[in-house]
């Protein structure tokens, strides 16, 4: 890989350290050449810092190590994007990241879902809401309702209506959502099931 050290002519480029699971920025450091090769070999990775004058190895001293996964380096040639495996917090100060926020996996729009869905279910005296209804409705109504938009998504299956095959998909997604809180669970409750199998 081809990295330009000597830009900004203090032999440093930012290499920015992400999740490879989550996706999240968990810290921002600074490597020369010889942290860069250090990282390689030892798939450990380690930095230039600015402050000790030396080359630091994440977690020598915590052993909290950021384990490599991969590196990227941006059109420049002058950032790196360090995806890894951290063991345990990242943040000196025992955060899982530098700006203090928690490394949990989000899936965007599904888990803004899944948390209209848990507000519906702790407030299911709301009227108005379909999704309290379900719930003041109980386990078997919410069973059965999965069910039948599972069997409708088999039968559009079978048929050339790729629109009504998409909505009846949706409509299966978004009531397995309301099943999965109804038993006490989250979606990443069934993709930590599914990363195990791997």
């Not at 190590?65 to 890894?84: A, E, G, S, Y």
């Not at 990443?188 to 791997?198: A, F, H, M, P, T």
Request: proline content about 2%; aromatic content about 8%; some cysteine.
């Amino acid at each position: 890989m081809e990295i330009d050290f000597n830009k900004n002519n203090d032999g440093l480029v930012p290499a920015i350290i992400q999740d490879a699971i989550t996706k999240n920025v968990l810290m921002l450091g600074y490597m020369n050449q010889d942290a860069y090769q250090k990282t390689i070999a030892s798939k450990k990775v380690t930095f230039f810092s600015r402050t000790k004058n030396r080359l630091w190895t994440k977690g020598e001293e915590s052993g909290n190590f950021l384990n490599l996964v991969d590196i990227k380096n941006d059109c420049d040639k002058d950032t790196l994007l360090i995806t890894v495996t951290p063991t345990g917090p990242t943040c000196h100060k025992g955060s899982d990241t530098c700006w203090d926020e928690e490394n949990t996996q989000s899936f965007g729009f599904l888990s803004t879902l899944e948390a209209v869905i848990k507000h519906r279910k702790e407030n299911k005296e709301d009227e108005k809401s379909y999704v309290a209804s379900l719930f003041r409705k109980g386990m078997n109504k919410i069973a059965q309702k999965v069910g039948e938009e599972a069997v409708e998504v088999v039968i559009e299956a079978k048929d050339d209506n790729e629109e009504l095959f998409l909505n009846e998909s949706a409509d299966l997604l978004f009531h397995y959502l309301i099943l999965l809180q109804a038993k006490g669970y989250t979606l990443k409750d069934v993709v930590n099931i599914l990363q195990s199998r791997g």
